[in-house]
């Protein structure tokens, strides 16, 4: 048995269970509070996490990207003949690659947004289904005759 001083915290995983994982039904961090400030990190004692620093990290990996983007194309400004769907032109060959990309990645965003509106769409259906009288709910009550 594990001598405990007076007025400690009770610890969430026995003493007896050195796997590192709670029992089911045991909260295994019980002073969240420790978690929220960063104890045991180089985070100074009461500071909390903010939302700048996901933000921080997106722009110095797109400032990395965008390094890589200019790179590829100051390596590949030889002129190449393109054709699509019957139009004929010439252009740098990094600026036809980046053109194709952009297009691409409109696709993507566009099925993306279909498939968001649907998700939403389900959610309204699946929480107007769960109000009181059904599947009708508020728009279709019971006129007074």
Do not use: C, Y
């Not at 700048?52 to 390094?67: D, K, S």
């Amino acid at each position: 048995m594990v001598n405990r001083q007076e007025g400690a915290p009770e610890p969430s995983v026995p003493a007896e269970d050195v796997s590192g994982v709670a029992p089911i039904g045991v909260e295994p961090f019980a002073d969240r509070s420790a978690l929220q400030t960063g104890a045991g990190s180089s985070a100074a004692p009461g500071s909390e996490a903010t939302k700048a620093g996901p933000v921080w990290t997106a722009i110095a990996v797109g400032i990395v990207v965008l390094a890589v983007v200019v790179v590829f194309m100051l390596e590949n400004l030889q002129e190449v003949r393109v054709s699509f769907f019957g139009a004929h032109w010439r252009a740098p060959l990094a600026v036809d690659l980046l053109l194709a990309a952009l297009l691409g990645g409109s696709v993507v965003f566009s099925a993306g947004t279909v498939r968001f509106f649907q998700l939403r769409a389900r959610d309204r259906r699946r929480k107007r289904a769960a109000l009181p009288g059904g599947r009708a709910g508020w728009r279709h009550r019971p006129s007074h005759a």
